[in-house]
């Protein structure tokens, strides 16, 4: 049982560049997240999922496109990167609304 | 005025010490409030859990809800090293955004030996 994993730990980009991050959970939660963290920020919900196919925006979505085909996959994609999205990303699920949110490792990105 | 206030620290304690750590909120109608922890270069982790106003002890680790002056605190007692994180208060409310959380900007504290 691994849990919330997120591939990849770190990427460095250049301006313009695009990437996609990707988050599994194999505690078939229903929701998942995708948070950023950045100092003196805290963490910032980016977009989530209520379920296989769903997704809906969270406080700061710009910049940000997700899916989610499958119920235990979630991927958040960057399509032209900006140093504004350095940034640590934190996947998370959860069961159901209201429940305990378990995160995953999280993705140090950098753009150069 | 942000949805939650929670001071950064950093906060240092000799190893044994007390440490309070809160936070306050200004909606009244957040229900479940969670304290999670974070370790450096770490994913956060769910410390406690509460949903009422009053005490919840878990261990060395009580979370205290006082809904009327809308502030939480969470207590550790006899700290230790190991302790040394960012603490991170959350809190939501039933029927809001399917189910999202409103973090604090976390706390650091670090427990001295």
């Known amino acids: 049982n691994a849990g919330v994993t997120q591939t990849p730990k770190f990427r460095v980009l250049k301006t313009g560049q695009s990437m996609t991050l990707l988050c599994a959970q194999d505690?078939?939660?229903?929701?998942m997240y995708w948070y950023r963290q950045d100092p003196g920020m805290g963490l910032r919900l980016i977009h989530y999922s209520v379920g296989e196919g769903t997704t809906a925006k969270g406080e700061v979505p710009d910049g940000y496109n997700v899916s989610r085909l499958k119920k235990q996959n979630f991927l958040l994609g960057l399509e032209s990167a900006a140093p504004s999205q350095t940034s640590v990303y934190f996947c998370a699920s959860s069961y159901e609304a209201a429940d305990t949110q378990y995160f995953g490792p999280g993705t140090r990105l950098t753009v150069l | 005025q942000k949805e939650v206030e929670q001071d950064p620290g950093p906060l240092s304690v000799p190893e044994g010490a007390i440490v309070s750590l809160n936070c306050t909120y200004s909606n009244s109608a957040f229900q479940y409030f969670m304290w999670y922890r974070q370790y450096s270069r770490k994913g956060p982790e769910l410390l406690m859990y509460?949903?009422?106003?009053g005490n919840k002890e878990d261990g060395r680790f009580t979370a205290q809800v006082d809904k009327s002056s809308k502030y939480i605190s969470l207590f550790i007692r006899d700290s230790q090293p190991s302790d040394s994180a960012t603490y991170l208060c959350a809190m939501g409310h039933y029927g809001g955004s399917q189910g999202n959380l409103i973090f604090g900007k976390g706390t650091k504290l670090s427990v001295k030996p």
């Open positions: 505690m078939n939660h229903e929701y």
């Open positions: 509460t949903y009422s106003s």
